[in-house]
């Protein structure tokens, strides 16, 4: 084992580069079993996440309608989008908006409450999870959100608001640009404490409870402080999941806006960069120029993730 | 003095912090709960109750109209809706099962074992985790297209199986796993499939269970999004796309839509209540640390 190590890091040249190769080949030859087991996975995951994500990143690069052959135009998609593309600017615009409040509040939330939810007796605690985490589960239920906002005087908001002589006339909750990206975030937020809250739990259970009570023999003094230097850095693995989910959610937001406010909204007040993406990928088949919004969101997510990879690296210090 | 202190699980807590996080939860869970309560409460509202100005949050006079008018909605269809029960039952177990087995089996080397590209592996699936479903649509549906998947259920189920989700939350919880048990097995002659089957899955049950309820509820509403990029035949489509046609049917239906969406709703939710029971009671006595 030293051995190889030590060859390992010899360098590249074209006599070593042989036994190298031949060590290589030993050590994987070796490990066939741990390939096969990864085996299926790792195959469709490359066929149907990888190589799409590569396919797009290249076809960003060319102008296809996925009828003739794609033509190479450089980064003119690129230029076009932050150049010209009024409406993106405006899908970008909420976008940040929307993912700047619900992707730190959603994720607060979820640890929060995961946390005191942790403190409860099985029996609350369990009926607690299911009252947090019911809206996830739901699916398409988010659906009774229109009923609610309806704009006629049916709508339930309207109808309390009218009862209690709040306003004088229904309000067009889905249809006036001021209130569409405020409904869909709050919407959001109610979906929202789902994976990570889940996960956040799981990973509280799994804590080591004898690293408590050292903490209390070392003098911390009040949960908070337990909560800084002990609770947050044994969750660290399970708050990068967290981060990695709630920042591809908030940032990949679509649904909820299509459902609440049409596709497209009034003024564009609901269009985000999925939309966006939506709208040129399956509506107008521009792949190439869809195929740019989408690098451009991935490039957003994985800034964010990065910033939060640094943060999360500061907890309990 | 020592001893007091030692003895004490908890450390001394504020009565006022207790209040102040109550209080943050009722306020938090009364938001969570109050739409779900919104379904339920209209599922059993007749008609008159429905259409009531000003309306009334809670059900008077619960019936099970909405129901029976649900039923007759759909059996008034050209495909009967047991056609779209086993459709999305049909998705629904055989990703779960095929996507906890699938990514458990991968996640296992990836956490405990080292093995040449080990790490780039791992880097793509996190990079992965990154990307918005809605990004791989496009080129999913050329792949789907030549490798003939198009109109079939495995459209939806096979990808579902290959979702990076699952194996990066697999590996998380397989790297708690003390080295010491592995070695034992090891050197009982077990061999790595053996190993992952009888000494890791068993250990970290309240793992695979969590990515049951995610995979399961991921799929039972894939109907919907995924389901319609890729399946067009009316008997293959899903319960999801079957209420979407009731929802369709404007204000007339809100009863019976209320009603299919609280059948909808149902079907996770026990799963969810069934997997974390035990998710919650083997956490804590799983003996994952060493």
Sequence with gaps: ?317 | MITIRLRKKRISRSWMGDVFLFLLLAAVGYFMAMPLVFVISNAFKPINEILKFPPDFLVKNPTFTNFTDLYHLLSGSWVPFTRYIYNTFFIAIVGTVGHVLIASLAAYPLAKRKFPGKGFLFTIVVLSLMFSATVTQITNYMTMSWLGFLDTHWAVIIPAIGSSLGLYLMKQFMEQIPDALLEAAQIDGCSEVRIFWSVVMPVVKPAWLTLVIFSFQGLWGAGGAAGSMYIYSEQLKTIDYALSQILAGGIARTGPSMAATLLLLTVPILIFVLSQSSVIQTMSTSGMKE
């Excluded at chain 1, 996925?66 to 010209?84: D, H, I, S, T």
């Excluded at chain 1, 402080?225 to 920042?247: C, D, H, K, N």
């Excluded at chain 1, 088949?285 to 969101?297: D, H, N, Q, R």
């Design chain 1, 1 to 317: 084992m030293i051995q190889l190590v030590k060859k390992s890091k010899l360098k590249l040249d074209s006599k070593t580069l042989r036994p190298r190769l031949n060590l290589k080949w030993k050590e994987v030859s070796k490990n066939k079993v741990l390939y096969a087991m990864i085996a299926p996975f790792f195959l469709i995951f490359f066929t149907f996440t990888v190589l799409p994500v590569c396919l797009s990143l290249l076809v960003s690069f060319t102008n296809f309608n996925m009828l003739e052959f794609p033509k190479w135009v450089g980064w003119r998609n690129y230029a076009q989008l932050f150049v010209r593309d009024d409406v993106f600017l405006i899908a970008l615009k909420n976008t940040l908006i929307f993912a700047a409040i619900t992707g730190p509040v959603s994720y607060i939330a979820c640890f929060v409450l995961a946390w005191i939810i942790n403190e409860f007796p099985p029996k609350i605690r369990a009926f607690a999870t299911l009252v947090f985490y019911a809206p996830a589960l739901s699916g398409s239920a988010f659906i009774v959100w229109t009923l609610l906002f309806s704009s006629d005087s049916y709508g339930y908001i309207n109808a309390f608001l009218l009862k209690w002589h709040l306003i004088l006339e229904p309000i067009l909750w889905l249809k006036t640009p001021k209130y569409i990206l405020p409904i869909i975030i709050i919407v959001q937020l109610w979906l929202s404490l789902g994976t990570s809250f889940l996960a956040f739990i799981a990973g509280l259970q799994g804590l080591d409870k004898t690293l408590f009570e050292a903490g209390a023999i070392d003098g911390i003094r009040n949960r908070w402080q337990e909560l800084w230097f002990i609770t947050l850095p044994s969750m660290r693995p399970m708050l990068m999941f967290g981060a990695v989910i709630q920042i591809t959610a908030s940032f990949g937001v679509a649904e909820v806006a299509t459902a609440l406010a049409g596709f497209p909204s009034v003024k564009y007040a609901g269009h985000t960069i999925v939309t966006h993406l939506m709208d040129y990928g399956s509506i107008r088949f521009e792949m190439g120029y869809a195929s740019a919004i989408a690098t451009v969101l991935f490039a957003m997510m994985l800034g964010s993730n990065l910033i939060v990879r640094r943060l999360l690296a500061k907890v309990g210090e």
